[in-house]
Structures are given as structure tokens and as C-alpha cells.
């Protein structure tokens, strides 16, 4: 049986479909960099916002609880944006029938004053969003903070933060790795907001309690997020 020889003319092609090869190469290898590159999913975003709010210093220093802002946080999907009535019943000096509050805190700092604008004119603060999800990818906070999953498992510690930044890939790999094994991410449901807390044993040992005892078993369907 004679062996079979590509004709002589496929020869002047062979560089060609050489150099088509290494660039395809080339694309898909830049292509996967950039999918897994942290700038591609915001990692370290952290905006200027108008009012230049430190969460160091309200959730850290001062200890306040991330529900007293973000007030609908445990029944709806959305943490919620606070009312800039929120920020005036500290901050307020005279209300409109020139009382005085109780707690009157930098009431004319030059940095609160969008905030008083705000309440005078009923136009809202253009607070510039963080942590910014598709608009195909359905997430309900209430879902996962009432399952003991704290704000730090997505966000970080942000009561260490000044400006808040972007600190997970928030992609569909980092959702999926912990519906797939929520026990490292689990702790007990009255320490959600306790931002400082640690376990005291092992992490799996109490998130597989916390499981057990709430009979977490998270989705992976596509239509789960996907709706």
C-alpha cells in the first residue's frame, strides 16, 4: 500500500496555517488572562463618592450595626441606600421647628453639606455604586444574611475600610465555589453583622452546624441566578 504525500503545492501554505495556529493561540491565551485578570471583575474598585462616608470609622470605631443604614437588608433582595434622614439624626443640628436633637455631630462640616442640600431640595445623594453586578445575575441579600452569611464573605471587612472597595470577583467561579461547599462561609446568624467575629473552633465544624440546623442545601441551578 503506497503512503500517502500531501501535493507539493500545500508546501508555500504551511507558514501560513503556522502563523494562523500561533495567533489563535496567542488570542485565546490573552483572552483567558484578561477573563481572570482582577480589573476585569472590578477587584479594588473603590470610587469617589460625594459624601466622603468612612465605614472605619461608623462600623469600626464607633461599632454601628450595618442593619441601621442598610435597613432592608434581612427582607428584601437589595441592602437598601439610607435616606439622608439616616445621616441627619446624627448630623442634624435644628430641625424644621428649630429644635435641637439630641446628638448634633459636625452638624456644619463643609463634607456633609450634599447631605443637608439633599434634605432641603429632596434630591438624592449620587452615591456612586461599589459592588456592581449584571444585570443578568439575580442576588437577594436576604436570602444569604438570614442563613448566617455575614457581609464580610462578599464585601470584606469593611469596617477596616475608609473608601469601600470592591473586594471579591463577585463572578459566577466565586458564587458557585461556595454554593458548592457554604460551610467555610457559614457562622451563626446573630453574628452576621459582627464584622470582628472569629470562631471559636473549628470554622467547619460550626458552619456545618449552622447548616444542619437551617438545612441549607444552596441551589446550583442556572435559573437560581438566572432568572
Known sequence: MSRFHFPAWINPLLPAVAGFLGIGALYYTGLFAYGVHPLTSDVGYRPEQPVPFS???HAGELKMDCRYCHNTVEHAAKAAIPPVGTCLNCHQGVDKDGQSPTVAIHVNSNRLA????????????LWRKVHDLPDYAYFNHSAHVTRGVSCVSCHGRVDRMEVVEQKATLSMGFCLTCHRNPEPSLRPVDEVTNLAWEPSEGQEDIGAEVAASLKIHPNENCSTCHR
Open 55 to 57: 465605614h472605619a470609622l
Open 114 to 125: 450634599p447631605i443637608r442640600e439633599s434634605a432641603v431640595t429632596g434630591n438624592s445623594v
